[in-house]
């Protein structure tokens, strides 16, 4: 079951340059998708969303695109910094019911000084 | 800033014994969830509970896996009889109380060792 998808285990970015993490999926009943960061032995950490009623939601220098047609979202990172060194979980959600979120399987992401 | 905080950090238990993990979820914060990351794999939903009754559940959480929520503050899971594949991170979530918030805040997370 891999309706929430993340085709890259890891990703290198020099610091000061843009990151992007690519999240796909397959269910069509999502209606609501969200951004984890996680450090090693914590907990994820909530980052940024976005409705599927918007394609863009902007907080900082963190972006999220939806792109609903073809059931893809990315997270930008712009300027990256070392400390946005993390795993990036994505999640997504359906309206009804007890809205769980369902996990991509995270992207290590290293931002290189 | 408020937070979820879980107890203990690490557990290591035998086989067959019984675990309870603890959880204080954020104070105005009606929806709990508990989810579980087994080494190299995905955060996975286990259970969702609202108005003090589960709202739904995972295949994983079958009738070994409980949850309660003794007082005003704690939520906990119980496992009866642990086995060796639940040796895993259980993270505890929680929402507030809006519908259209869909955020959940996790806690820092319980490691089982199941040996």
Redesign the interface.
Known sequence: DQQVKQNSPSLSVQEGRISILNCDYTNSMFD?F?W?KKYP??????LI?ISSIKDKNEDGRFTVFLNKSAKHLSLHIVPSQPGDSAVY?C?A?EYQ??????????TRLTINP | EPEVTQTPSHQVTQMGQEVILRCVPISNHLYFYWYRQILGQKVEFLVSFYNNEISEKSEIFDDQFSVERPDGSNFTLKIRSTKLEDSAMYFCASRARDPSSYEQYFGPGTRLTVT
């Not at chain 1, 032995?41 to 909530?46: K, L, S, V």
């Not at chain 1, 019911?97 to 995270?106: C, D, H, I, R, S």
């Open positions: 609501y969200l984890y032995a914590e907990g994820p950490t909530f969303s979980f999640a959600s019911g007890a809205q769980k979120l369902v996990f991509g399987q995270g």
